[in-house]
Nanobody, 120 residues
Framework: VQLQASGGGLVQAGGSLRVSCVAS????????MAWYRQASGKERELVAF???????NYIDSVKDRFTISRDNVQNTVYLQMNSLKPEDTAVYYC???????????????WGKGTLVTVSS
């Protein structure tokens, strides 16, 4: 499994950024996909996940600001981030996992991630 995230960068607070992740070595169309982030000195946290059918789920702190989507032809998952805040600063990772009882469980494959820095 390979997960290649890209699209991070430096943006001012209130700005927007879209990160992308291309997955290989998985049957993408039947995979649940997720975005995690890890800020410096903090644990990695789940930000959003999307089911194989395209239903999204978000943590409360990014609802109404972030949008996760997927392209099953390009084997790519996206995270559109709007109204960015300094506390969104982190390395963002994508992950391929499974849904159990509506909850997302990650598989132990992580790419290098992409750094998003939001300046105040």
């Amino acid at each position: 499994v390979q997960l290649q995230a890209s699209g991070g960068g430096l943006v001012q607070a209130g700005g927007s950024l879209r990160v992308s992740c291309v997955a290989s070595g998985v049957i993408f169309r039947i995979s649940s996909m997720a975005w995690y982030r890890q800020a410096s000195g903090k644990e990695r946290e789940l930000v959003a996940f999307i089911t194989p059918s395209g239903t999204p789920n978000y943590i409360d702190s990014v609802k109404d600001r972030f949008t996760i989507s997927r392209d099953n032809v390009q084997n790519t998952v996206y995270l559109q981030m709007n109204s960015l805040k300094p506390e969104d600063t982190a390395v963002y990772y994508c992950n391929e996992g499974a849904l159990v009882g509506g909850a997302y469980y990650s598989n132990p494959y992580w790419g290098k991630g992409t750094l998003v820095t939001v300046s105040s």
